[in-house]
Protein backbone atom coordinates (compact mmCIF):
# COMPACT_ATOMS: atom_id res chain seq x y z
CA UNK A 1 0.00 0.00 0.00
CA UNK A 2 0.95 3.36 -0.83
CA UNK A 3 1.45 6.11 2.07
CA UNK A 4 2.12 9.93 1.71
CA UNK A 5 3.47 11.66 5.03
CA UNK A 6 3.24 15.51 5.64
CA UNK A 7 4.79 15.78 9.01
CA UNK A 8 3.88 19.49 9.39
CA UNK A 9 0.49 20.80 10.47
CA UNK A 10 0.89 24.08 10.31
CA UNK A 11 3.37 26.67 8.86
CA UNK A 12 3.59 30.56 8.69
CA UNK A 13 5.71 32.66 6.27
CA UNK A 14 6.45 36.49 6.04
CA UNK A 15 4.75 37.76 2.64
CA UNK A 16 8.13 37.76 0.11
CA UNK A 17 9.60 34.94 1.89
CA UNK A 18 10.51 31.53 1.18
CA UNK A 19 8.92 28.53 2.70
CA UNK A 20 9.27 24.75 2.32
CA UNK A 21 6.91 21.69 2.67
CA UNK A 22 7.65 18.47 3.46
CA UNK A 23 6.46 15.57 2.53
CA UNK A 24 7.78 12.06 2.36
CA UNK A 25 5.66 8.85 1.34
CA UNK A 26 6.13 5.09 0.68
CA UNK A 27 5.78 2.79 -2.27
CA UNK A 28 7.55 -0.26 -3.43
CA UNK A 29 5.99 0.71 -7.28
CA UNK A 30 9.00 2.13 -9.53
CA UNK A 31 6.68 3.97 -11.83
CA UNK A 32 4.85 7.05 -9.94
CA UNK A 33 3.57 10.42 -10.44
CA UNK A 34 3.57 13.07 -6.89
CA UNK A 35 1.98 15.91 -6.95
CA UNK A 36 1.25 19.10 -5.31
CA UNK A 37 -2.39 20.64 -4.37
CA UNK A 38 -3.84 23.93 -3.14
CA UNK A 39 -6.66 23.96 -1.07
CA UNK A 40 -7.65 27.88 -0.42
CA UNK A 41 -11.14 28.49 1.95
CA UNK A 42 -13.02 28.22 -0.78
CA UNK A 43 -12.75 24.38 -0.96
CA UNK A 44 -11.73 24.14 -4.34
CA UNK A 45 -8.46 21.60 -4.76
CA UNK A 46 -6.11 23.01 -7.27
CA UNK A 47 -3.31 21.50 -9.17
CA UNK A 48 0.20 23.09 -8.23
CA UNK A 49 2.86 21.19 -9.59
CA UNK A 50 3.26 17.37 -10.70
CA UNK A 51 6.72 15.62 -10.76
CA UNK A 52 7.18 12.67 -12.50
CA UNK A 53 9.18 9.49 -11.21
CA UNK A 54 11.24 8.97 -13.97
CA UNK A 55 12.17 12.38 -14.46
CA UNK A 56 15.58 13.41 -12.26
CA UNK A 57 14.91 17.66 -13.09
CA UNK A 58 13.17 18.40 -10.54
CA UNK A 59 9.66 20.52 -11.85
CA UNK A 60 9.12 24.08 -11.55
CA UNK A 61 5.84 26.37 -12.27
CA UNK A 62 7.03 29.70 -11.93
CA UNK A 63 7.27 30.31 -7.85
CA UNK A 64 6.74 27.00 -7.24
CA UNK A 65 9.60 24.15 -7.39
CA UNK A 66 9.88 20.88 -5.77
CA UNK A 67 12.95 18.86 -4.58
CA UNK A 68 12.46 15.43 -5.07
CA UNK A 69 15.07 12.74 -3.54
CA UNK A 70 14.14 9.22 -5.15
CA UNK A 71 16.13 7.40 -2.93
CA UNK A 72 14.89 9.03 0.44
CA UNK A 73 11.38 9.41 -0.99
CA UNK A 74 10.78 12.73 -0.13
CA UNK A 75 8.91 15.22 -2.31
CA UNK A 76 9.10 18.84 -0.75
CA UNK A 77 7.12 21.83 -2.02
CA UNK A 78 9.10 25.34 -2.09
CA UNK A 79 7.21 28.74 -2.25
CA UNK A 80 9.44 31.58 -3.27
CA UNK A 81 8.11 35.14 -2.75
CA UNK A 82 5.34 34.19 -1.00
CA UNK A 83 1.78 36.02 -1.54
CA UNK A 84 -1.18 36.82 0.64
CA UNK A 85 -2.86 34.36 -1.55
CA UNK A 86 -1.01 31.35 -1.07
CA UNK A 87 -2.71 31.03 2.11
CA UNK A 88 -4.26 27.49 2.27
CA UNK A 89 -4.17 24.11 2.94
CA UNK A 90 -1.31 21.53 1.33
CA UNK A 91 -1.47 18.33 -0.21
CA UNK A 92 0.90 16.03 -1.47
CA UNK A 93 -0.83 13.34 -2.80
CA UNK A 94 0.96 10.26 -4.72
CA UNK A 95 -0.05 8.23 -7.89
CA UNK A 96 0.92 4.91 -9.58
CA UNK A 97 -0.15 3.91 -12.92
CA UNK A 98 -0.43 0.43 -11.76
CA UNK A 99 -4.24 1.70 -9.72
CA UNK A 100 -4.33 3.75 -12.85
CA UNK A 101 -5.34 7.49 -11.13
CA UNK A 102 -6.52 6.68 -8.08
CA UNK A 103 -4.57 9.12 -5.94
CA UNK A 104 -3.50 8.88 -2.19
CA UNK A 105 -3.34 12.08 -0.27
CA UNK A 106 -1.02 13.54 2.94
CA UNK A 107 -2.72 14.59 5.71
CA UNK A 108 -2.26 18.56 4.41
CA UNK A 109 -0.16 21.06 6.13
CA UNK A 110 -1.96 24.49 6.72
CA UNK A 111 0.45 27.68 5.43
CA UNK A 112 -0.55 31.05 6.15
CA UNK A 113 1.11 33.67 4.51
CA UNK A 114 1.39 36.89 7.14
CA UNK A 115 1.78 40.78 5.73
CA UNK B 1 -17.35 25.34 -19.66
CA UNK B 2 -18.19 25.09 -16.28
CA UNK B 3 -15.85 21.93 -15.73
CA UNK B 4 -16.98 19.34 -12.70
CA UNK B 5 -20.21 20.33 -10.85
CA UNK B 6 -21.75 19.06 -7.88
CA UNK B 7 -24.60 19.43 -6.47
CA UNK B 8 -26.24 19.90 -3.66
CA UNK B 9 -23.23 22.00 -1.99
CA UNK B 10 -24.80 21.86 1.12
CA UNK B 11 -26.73 18.97 3.08
CA UNK B 12 -28.31 18.09 6.53
CA UNK B 13 -29.51 14.58 6.72
CA UNK B 14 -30.70 12.65 9.73
CA UNK B 15 -29.35 9.00 10.59
CA UNK B 16 -30.66 6.54 8.28
CA UNK B 17 -32.27 9.12 5.55
CA UNK B 18 -30.74 8.43 2.24
CA UNK B 19 -29.59 10.59 -0.72
CA UNK B 20 -27.55 10.90 -3.90
CA UNK B 21 -24.78 13.24 -4.44
CA UNK B 22 -24.55 14.33 -7.68
CA UNK B 23 -21.51 14.95 -10.22
CA UNK B 24 -21.07 16.18 -13.91
CA UNK B 25 -18.42 16.87 -15.93
CA UNK B 26 -18.46 18.79 -19.07
CA UNK B 27 -14.44 18.16 -20.66
CA UNK B 28 -15.67 14.86 -22.62
CA UNK B 29 -13.83 12.78 -19.91
CA UNK B 30 -13.56 9.12 -19.23
CA UNK B 31 -12.74 8.64 -15.72
CA UNK B 32 -14.44 10.13 -12.54
CA UNK B 33 -14.02 9.94 -8.75
CA UNK B 34 -15.62 10.23 -5.04
CA UNK B 35 -13.18 11.33 -2.71
CA UNK B 36 -14.69 12.61 0.66
CA UNK B 37 -12.44 14.73 3.06
CA UNK B 38 -12.49 14.71 6.65
CA UNK B 39 -10.95 16.98 9.12
CA UNK B 40 -7.39 16.95 9.80
CA UNK B 41 -6.79 14.42 7.20
CA UNK B 42 -6.31 14.42 3.45
CA UNK B 43 -9.02 13.35 0.37
CA UNK B 44 -9.90 9.93 0.71
CA UNK B 45 -10.52 7.92 -2.50
CA UNK B 46 -14.15 6.18 -2.35
CA UNK B 47 -15.47 5.17 -5.58
CA UNK B 48 -13.99 5.79 -9.11
CA UNK B 49 -15.04 4.99 -12.49
CA UNK B 50 -12.14 4.47 -15.16
CA UNK B 51 -14.39 4.86 -18.11
CA UNK B 52 -18.20 4.81 -18.94
CA UNK B 53 -19.88 1.50 -17.49
CA UNK B 54 -17.49 0.55 -14.92
CA UNK B 55 -17.00 1.36 -11.42
CA UNK B 56 -14.66 0.24 -8.83
CA UNK B 57 -13.84 0.14 -4.81
CA UNK B 58 -11.57 2.83 -3.72
CA UNK B 59 -10.02 3.24 -0.31
CA UNK B 60 -13.29 4.14 1.63
CA UNK B 61 -16.28 2.33 0.02
CA UNK B 62 -18.38 0.89 3.00
CA UNK B 63 -21.58 2.79 3.04
CA UNK B 64 -21.85 3.84 -0.49
CA UNK B 65 -22.74 2.90 -3.62
CA UNK B 66 -21.76 4.61 -7.26
CA UNK B 67 -23.67 4.94 -10.48
CA UNK B 68 -21.85 5.92 -13.89
CA UNK B 69 -24.73 7.43 -15.25
CA UNK B 70 -23.53 8.60 -18.82
CA UNK B 71 -20.18 9.88 -19.46
CA UNK B 72 -20.61 12.96 -18.26
CA UNK B 73 -22.57 11.65 -15.08
CA UNK B 74 -21.51 9.99 -11.75
CA UNK B 75 -23.54 9.90 -8.57
CA UNK B 76 -22.71 8.88 -5.16
CA UNK B 77 -26.04 7.42 -2.87
CA UNK B 78 -25.50 6.85 0.47
CA UNK B 79 -28.59 4.24 1.64
CA UNK B 80 -28.45 4.81 5.22
CA UNK B 81 -26.04 7.67 6.17
CA UNK B 82 -24.38 7.50 9.48
CA UNK B 83 -22.74 9.79 11.53
CA UNK B 84 -19.32 9.17 10.48
CA UNK B 85 -20.54 9.93 6.82
CA UNK B 86 -20.25 13.36 7.77
CA UNK B 87 -17.58 14.80 5.45
CA UNK B 88 -16.82 16.87 2.81
CA UNK B 89 -17.41 15.36 -0.97
CA UNK B 90 -15.40 15.73 -3.80
CA UNK B 91 -15.83 14.95 -7.18
CA UNK B 92 -13.08 14.49 -10.04
CA UNK B 93 -12.79 13.80 -13.79
CA UNK B 94 -9.34 12.85 -15.35
CA UNK B 95 -9.01 12.64 -19.32
CA UNK B 96 -8.34 8.75 -19.91
CA UNK B 97 -7.82 7.26 -16.89
CA UNK B 98 -5.29 4.25 -16.26
CA UNK B 99 -2.23 6.29 -16.21
CA UNK B 100 -0.22 8.31 -13.82
CA UNK B 101 0.37 11.11 -15.89
CA UNK B 102 -3.66 12.19 -16.44
CA UNK B 103 -5.13 15.10 -14.82
CA UNK B 104 -7.57 15.52 -12.06
CA UNK B 105 -9.98 18.03 -12.03
CA UNK B 106 -12.19 18.48 -9.07
CA UNK B 107 -15.64 20.39 -8.38
CA UNK B 108 -16.08 22.62 -5.49
CA UNK B 109 -17.32 20.20 -3.09
CA UNK B 110 -20.54 18.90 -1.01
CA UNK B 111 -20.51 19.54 2.87
CA UNK B 112 -22.76 16.73 4.17
CA UNK B 113 -23.54 16.71 7.99
CA UNK B 114 -25.45 13.53 9.22
CA UNK B 115 -27.02 14.24 12.65
Known amino acids: AQTVTQSQPEMSVQEAETVTLSCTYD???????LFWYKQPPSRQMILVIR??????QNATENRFSVNFQKAAKSFSLKISDSQLGDTAMYFCAFMTARYGSRLTFGEGTQLTVNP | NAGVTQTPKFQVLKTGQSMTLQCAQD?????MYWYRQDPGMGLRLIYY???????DKGEVPNGYNVSRLNKREFSLRLESAAPSQTSVYFCASSERGGTGSDRQFFGPGTRLTVL
Open chain 2, 49 to 55: SASEGTT
Open chain 1, 51 to 56: QEAYKQ
Open chain 2, 27 to 31: MNHNS
Open chain 1, 27 to 33: TSENNYY
